[in-house]
């Protein structure tokens, strides 16, 4: 009888020793949702309170949690979303403002709280995670804080228009590669067949992925011809000028111009003005974001509409998701959600004309 009564408790002794061997590593929801062949979304609306699962079920939620070490704090069973910026001038560009006002706007409807930090240091993001839900990361990152997240118990969404080959985490986006396809498919129907695609300064990831669409679809079409100009900065109409008097030279002459951003458009559309050429009936241009500044030119300008606050809405729903509060994601990998823009036509842009504007070009050449 006694040999009988030892054994159940020897397999008890063993079972206790292996869950506080779990206890000294860090559990996350997802482990408890292992350890008892059942959802993470049930295991977190259990742990947190809420309803959607039985009073049975959320007991034993409860207990394997509590044996196996889970600290709901350290977890992120807060109200705290982390908004990670790389600097301080990352998070003042425009799009990116937009892009946190989205974030702002849905966190607080679903009672959470926002919170902004500029980190380059990728060893200061664990030391923030006690009482947040998770992070979004917002902008270029270094490789090193994407690593760090990538292994963070806490989820993470990424808003940026591009992450390392098949990350381990959610990024939103935006659809730029269409985006190129559908201003030159327009601008085709417009009849323009010279145009010129502007980057401003060189090297932005979204910039190329428009170029990259645009040159694809402008190269489908035999009589169409596609150059590129890059600026030293997207105010330096000197660039431009440059640009454009040497192209007039060589016989190239554009009907229309397809610019990196709006700030680059305008920049486009005010030189060419200054040139003497008219905006559209010389040269359409059509911009990229649909800031604000689009509409305080004249001409008002031609521009892809882009979903930045959009972007930022749907981060903290997937951001939520992942953390439990919703069974949209659960069981998925993770995800590339590309926010689809639209273009709105306004006066800078219209139907190509037929006709030589390098006698309106001040300051070309004397030859041309």
Not at 215 to 234: K, Q
Request: aromatic fraction near 4%; proline fraction near 6%.
């Amino acid at each position: 009888m006694t040999l009988q009564k030892a054994q159940p408790n020897k397999n008890k002794n063993n079972e206790r020793m292996c869950l506080r061997a779990r206890a000294m590593k860090r559990v996350t929801i997802q482990q408890i949702a292992d350890h008892l062949g059942i959802s993470k979304f049930a295991v977190s609306r259990a742990l947190s309170g809420k309803p959607g699962v039985s009073e049975p079920t959320r007991h034993l939620i409860v207990d394997t949690a509590a044996a196996l070490g889970y600290n709901a704090r350290r977890q992120g069973a807060g109200q705290n979303i982390e908004v990670i910026f790389k600097n301080r001038a990352t998070a003042s560009r425009e799009l990116w403002v937009d892009v946190q006002n989205g974030i702002d706007h849905e966190a607080t409807a679903h009672g959470c709280v926002m919170s902004v930090r500029w980190l380059d240091d990728p060893a200061e993001l664990p030391r923030i995670e006690n009482g947040a839900i998770g992070y979004i990361l917002v902008g270029p990152q270094t490789p090193a804080m994407l690593e760090t997240a990538l292994s963070s118990a806490l989820p993470a969404v990424v808003v940026n228009h591009i992450v390392p080959p098949l990350w381990q985490k959610d990024q939103v986006s935006a659809a730029d590669v269409e985006a190129g396809v559908y201003v030159a498919h327009h601008l085709q129907s417009l009849g323009h067949r010279r145009v010129v695609y502007a980057h401003g300064r060189l090297g932005y990831p979204g910039r190329l992925a428009r170029l990259a669409g645009f040159a694809d679809a402008i190269a489908e079409v035999e009589d169409m011809e596609l150059r590129e100009i890059g600026f030293s900065d997207d105010r330096a109409a000197g660039d431009l000028r440059e640009a454009v008097t040497a192209m007039a030279a060589a016989g190239f002459e554009p009907t229309a111009f397809f610019c990196g951003s709006d700030i680059v458009a305008v920049t486009v559309v005010s030189e060419l003005m200054r040139l003497g050429l008219r905006i559209p009936e010389d040269v359409s241009v059509v911009g990229h974001a649909d800031y604000a500044i689009a509409t305080q030119i004249s001409p008002q300008l031609t521009t892809v509409h882009m979903p930045h606050r959009e972007m930022g809405i749907a981060a903290v729903r997937v951001l939520l998701s992942r953390a439990g509060q919703s069974p949209f994601m659960n069981e998925l990998p993770p995800q590339r959600i590309n926010l689809v823009p639209h273009l709105v036509e306004r006066q800078s842009s219209g139907p190509a004309s037929h006709e030589s504007w390098r006698h309106r070009l001040r300051g070309a050449p004397s030859s041309a």
